[in-house]
């Protein structure tokens, strides 16, 4: 069974830190208040918010005061600074993976094949990223994507890794996978607009603090993270820390898929680790299917599954799975229950 997944664009939505309001009463009987709105927080931004007070005197004061009320107005410039880590219990989000805001990248038309091991920072690539020699870094960089390559990135090198990227365009949906297909790692990535997210079609993946929203295109088959090894076996794959959805999107598999029943085309999945994802939607949440595999404290958005929460052809190794209520910011508010194993 062949899939792809992908990421729906989404904006991240000003955080609001909660305005005051304020009464008052002086001796002589004046009474009056000061009132200041929420005030929008983003990373790295400078806001300007506006106070109104008003002064008006008692109904039993004798004080004598203009007829017009006077109304007083300062204005205050607040600058915040936030980091990409996700604070301890939270999951990512869009705010908290990807370029950070605000970086000033340097733009490359098309596609970019890379032959030298350096890093490369604050890169915009209007195309796809091939990447032909060993470890290499990309860090703070936007990788659009293009069609003419099987992902957004594509690694067939060694020790390939990625921090703080966004791949995928800004608006619709492409159907190929984000990034693949073996020897990389990527933390605090974020991948957009793309018919399937990460793909292992190899071994020696580590994917940590990152975020996927599979995009709705009516021909794929949607999953998070994918892994496709037809005659052949993958191992060494880890995902732990990240939110990983397919959820919204008219066909999809699940937000991890890897393995497949003894025959499968998917070919086998083993030695490798699923810890403490955010996982929702999906005809299963869950869908491993292989030897030696630890799949452990994951959070599942209760209810957002076709058929249940897990499959897989043995429940060893699976552990502490719940079902979760979550919030807009991926906060988990309640749990539901376990997310058992079938």
């Known amino acids: 069974?062949?899939?792809?997944?992908?990421?729906?664009?989404?904006?991240?939505?000003?955080?609001?830190?909660?305005?005051?309001?304020?009464?008052?009463?002086?001796?002589?009987?004046?009474?009056?208040?000061?009132?200041?709105?929420?005030?929008?927080t983003a990373p790295t931004s400078t806001v300007t918010f506006t106070c109104t007070g008003s002064v008006v005197p008692s109904p039993s004061s004798t004080v004598t005061t203009s007829t017009t009320t006077p109304v007083i107005t300062t204005t205050t410039t607040q600058t915040t600074t936030t980091t990409n880590t996700p604070p301890s219990g939270n999951y990512p989000t869009v705010g908290t993976t990807g370029v950070p805001a605000g970086t000033s990248l340097t733009?490359?038309?098309?596609?970019?094949?890379?032959?030298?091991?350096?890093?490369?920072?604050?890169?915009?690539?209007?195309?796809?990223?091939?990447?032909?020699?060993?470890?290499v870094h990309v860090t703070n960089s936007w990788i659009e994507g293009s069609s003419g390559t099987e992902e957004a990135v594509v690694n067939n090198s060694t020790g390939l890794a990625l921090s703080n990227v966004t791949v995928g365009k800004a608006t619709g949906c492409n159907p190929q996978p984000g990034i693949g297909e073996a020897n990389y790692t990527a933390d605090h990535v974020r991948i957009q607009g793309m018919g399937d997210g990460f793909r292992a079609s190899g071994s020696n993946i580590t994917v940590t603090n990152s975020f996927v929203q599979t995009c709705d295109d009516p021909n794929n088959h949607d999953d998070a993270f994918q892994a496709y090894c037809p005659g052949f076996t993958c191992s060494n794959i880890t995902f732990r820390h990240n939110y990983l959805s397919v959820y919204g999107t008219r066909n999809y598999t699940a937000p991890l898929f890897g393995g497949s029943d003894p025959g499968g085309s998917n070919g086998q999945l083993a030695n490798s680790a699923f810890d403490d994802n955010l996982l929702n939607g999906g005809v299963f949440s869950i869908y491993l299917?292989?030897?030696?595999?630890?799949?452990?404290?994951?959070?599942?958005?209760?209810?957002?599954?076709?058929?249940?929460?897990?499959?897989?052809?043995?429940?060893?190794?699976?552990?502490?799975?719940?079902?979760?209520?979550?919030?807009?910011?991926?906060?988990?508010?309640?749990?539901?229950?376990?997310?058992?194993?079938?």
């Open 289 to 342: 299917y292989g030897p030696s595999l630890q799949v452990s404290n994951n959070k599942i958005v209760d209810g957002h599954w076709t058929y249940a929460p897990i499959d897989a052809d043995s429940c060893n190794g699976f552990s502490g799975n719940t079902r979760v209520i979550v919030d807009a910011s991926n906060h988990v508010t309640s749990v539901v229950g376990p997310a058992n194993c079938a």
């Open 107 to 135: 733009e490359h038309a098309g596609d970019l094949v890379i032959t030298t091991s350096e890093t490369y920072d604050k890169l915009h690539v209007t195309g796809s990223l091939t990447v032909k020699a060993p470890n």
């Open 1 to 40: 069974m062949f899939r792809r997944l992908g990421i729906g664009v989404l904006f991240a939505s000003l955080l609001l830190v909660a305005g005051c309001q304020v009464q008052w009463v002086a001796d002589n009987g004046v009474s009056g208040g000061v009132s200041c709105p929420p005030i929008p």
